[in-house]
């Protein structure tokens, strides 16, 4: 079987299409292969993780639509009708059967050349909130798969099933003990994980640094912080008292070792994300969850959220800096037994989250309306499709 895979840019988008070609090769007949070709820009994190997964590489040309000025409109809506050419003759020559996508403005000229080509489509979408690429790729696809029950009154119901996030098997092989030793951390001493995306999150890492020797003092820190904050962080880090500089383990970013990371950590401060809330449950660690304010503009987050399954706390962008600074939120969590017995208990290993309460009470899309694209970019999408969009 020949299956093409593609998908946004980030790992939260890329993961999800390797484990689940994974899972997929477990389930072929005695004999029968997998091969894979990933379909992706050159800026994403596709580049690397698809080299290390020793799984061959086409770059297609893609751009944002939504929300750009009309120069880079044009100049993306030119990008888009290159990708959809290069797209075709990849798809072509590789012979692929199948299309995984994964959502994201990336995978939008992938799934145009399948659709063109007959291919079918399978969308599995990672986000609560479909964007407006995986919403479009929705009309295109044979079978979509959805990680939230948020999420079906977006897509096509008739197509579409709820599966949960798909979690990387390493999550499922770790432990809290190994994990300590093969990352040098103390068995017995408190350890916070703190990350932002696969890309980071520049508002947890300034938070983070400014709050650096008192949550050294707390308890030692994992921070995963994202390449482009990692030098001025590796500088600060060189700054800290001789007793606080082995507690602060900065990584720019973790590839194999990123579930042992979770895994030897007591509680987590991590940016919102469908891979986060799909991998902190696989390994029992109870966490605060950090949104953007854009995310949050008319929720008051701050509270205590369950799935049923796995508990966090709720906080804002705003919040890290104005009300409750890490440390001493960090703090509260570990001094109070009852709070953070409470998220603890929850933490179950889990393989799925359903994430049922997240983003519930977001009112900036409202309840009832149906999510479709606005007319210009409907258009311009079908004229990209068309090849009738110029290069120049």
């Known amino acids: 079987m020949r299956l093409a895979l593609c998908g946004g840019g980030t790992g939260g988008h890329v993961y999800p299409a390797l484990v689940i070609a994974d899972a997929l090769r477990r389930e072929l007949p005695a004999g029968a292969k997998l091969e894979l070709l990933y379909l992706g820009a050159q800026e994403g994190a596709e580049v690397d993780l698809m080299q ?29 009708t290159r990708g959809v050419r290069q797209a075709r003759r990849a798809l072509s020559e590789f012979g692929a059967q199948a299309v995984l996508s994964t959502g994201g403005y990336a995978s939008f000229p992938v799934a145009m050349a399948a659709r063109s080509r007959r291919i079918p489509i399978v969308l599995y979408l990672p986000d609560v909130y479909p964007g407006w690429a995986a919403r479009a790729i929705a009309r295109l696809a044979h079978r979509i798969a959805a990680t939230a029950p948020e999420s079906m009154r977006r897509l096509p119901g008739a197509k579409t099933i709820v599966t949960g996030y798909p979690v990387r098997e390493e999550f499922s092989q770790v432990s809290r003990p190994e994990a300590r030793q093969r990352l040098g951390l103390d068995p017995e001493e408190k350890v ?174 409202a309840r009832g309306k149906t999510w479709t694209l606005p007319a210009r970019t409907m258009k311009l999408l079908r004229r990209i499709a068309s090849g009738r969009v110029g290069l120049s």
């Open 52 to 80: 290390r997964a020793d799984i061959p590489l086409h770059l297609v040309s893609s751009g944002p639509i939504r929300g750009r000025n009309p120069l880079e409109l044009t100049r993306n809506a030119a990008r888009m």
């Open 192 to 365: 916070l994980f703190v990350a932002g995306a696969s890309q980071g999150a520049h508002s947890i890492n300034q938070a983070v640094a400014e709050n650096l020797r008192s949550l050294l003092e707390l308890c030692e820190v994992i921070h995963i912080s994202g390449r482009d904050d990692e030098e001025w962080l590796a500088g600060l880090a060189n700054e800290l008292p001789d007793k606080l500089r082995p507690r602060y383990h900065l990584f720019g970013y973790l590839h194999e070792e990123f579930p042992w990371a979770m895994a030897a950590a007591d509680l987590a401060l991590c940016r919102a994300g469908a891979s986060v809330l799909g991998e902190l449950p696989a390994v029992g660690l109870p966490g605060s969850i950090v949104y953007t304010n854009a995310l949050v503009k008319t929720r008051s987050a701050g509270g205590m959220v369950s799935t049923g399954s796995w508990a966090w706390i709720e906080i804002t962008d705003s919040r890290l800096f104005k009300e409750g600074p890490p440390a001493s939120l960090v703090a509260s969590l570990f001094v109070n037994e009852d709070t953070y017995l409470a998220l603890a208990n929850y933490g179950a290993p889990a393989v799925t989250v359903t994430m049922n309460d997240l983003w519930q009470d977001r009112q900036s899309e």
